[in-house]
């Protein structure tokens, strides 16, 4: 299998690697879909909501919510981006034999469609498996995964959303990674624009703490914290083994109890700035929405 770097696209500007099973494009192009999950004020996930609990807003003004599903079953294209950088060598057994159990889980109910691609990161961005259901090519791969050099964690980013555009139902991007970056050719604001156009939702799991004298980054937690915050996705911070596998028992579960609503936007005033801002509230006090915050759109809507 050839593996290319994205050192070596960005440089050549070259398409990031296509998806090696056909992508499905949406027609419905002028439907925004927000896949959300609903969280009580314990954090427990509220799986009962119904179409007339929530609100949506356009850059402020209110939308008529036209498609709902709880607990969609949309199919989910799964990027799955492992640092193999020296920092993590120490936890990388760990780390791969965690994945390892959340892509069985992943699996072994949901959408007959569902997917996942691994790509790992050190100092180059690799894509070890394009989107399959094969869990033993999975494993195999992620078995012969060996920690070295630098970190590009915000090109993995920017790649895996890249090869994640166009493909049908949820995006997800599942980092696995002790948070820092230091030898990306992209930056933060690079990175979260590419998974903004992809409408991922991006679920960082930061192993702390770091043994070693790489030293614990806290800057790249608060960048990857972020990052889930705008893009509708979660932050875990496991600090063993045991809460490493409880943190993708919990992801599991919550792609598994999510909600998606769709609107097409109206009356919403003409804008020199493509990017949308997106809400969505409760009527029930207490309970909050998790979304992403905003979509590129056209300037003229």
């Known amino acids: 299998m050839g593996r290319l770097s994205v050192a070596v696209l960005i440089l050549l500007g070259l398409p990031a690697l296509a998806p090696a099973e ?38 402020g003004v209110k939308q008529t919510i036209s498609v709902f599903e709880r607990h969609t079953e949309q199919p989910l294209s799964v990027s799955l981006l492992i640092d193999t950088s020296g920092s993590t060598g120490i936890e990388l057994r760990h780390e791969v034999d965690s994945v390892q159990h959340f892509v069985t889980a992943l699996f072994g109910e949901g959408n007959p469609d569902d997917a996942a691609a691994l790509y ?29 050099a630098g970190t590009s964690m915000y090109d993995a980013l920017w790649l895996a959303a890249r090869d994640l555009q166009g493909r049908d139902g949820r995006h997800i991007i599942v980092i696995v990674t002790d948070g820092g970056d230091t030898t990306s050719a992209k930056d933060f604001h690079a990175a979260l624009e590419s998974v903004q156009m992809a409408e991922a939702s991006v679920y960082p799991v930061v192993i702390i703490p770091i043994t070693n004298d790489a030293g614990r980054n806290t800057g790249g937690e608060h960048a990857l914290t972020t990052m889930a915050q705008r893009t509708g996705g979660r932050i875990f911070l496991p600090t063993n083994g045991a809460e490493l596998e409880s943190a993708f028992v919990e992801l599991v579960h919550e792609l598994r109890t999510q909600y998606l609503l769709g609107y097409y936007p109206k009356n919403v005033p003409p804008s020199t700035n493509r990017f949308h801002t997106t809400a969505v ?17 056209s300037t003229d809507r």
């Open 120 to 148: 790992s990161f050190d100092t180059d961005v690799t894509l070890h498996s394009s989107f399959t259901r094969r869990i033993p090519r999975l494993e195999h791969e992620l078995q012969g995964l060996k920690s070295e």
């Open 281 to 297: 509230k409760l009527v029930h006090p207490g309970l909050r929405a998790i979304t992403r915050t905003g979509y590129y759109g």
């Open 22 to 59: 056909d992508a499905v494009f949406r027609s419905d192009v002028n439907l925004v879909r927000l896949i959300v999950t609903v969280k009580d004020a314990a954090g427990g996930l509220v799986t009962n909501a119904n179409r007339d609990d929530f609100s949506v807003f356009d850059n």
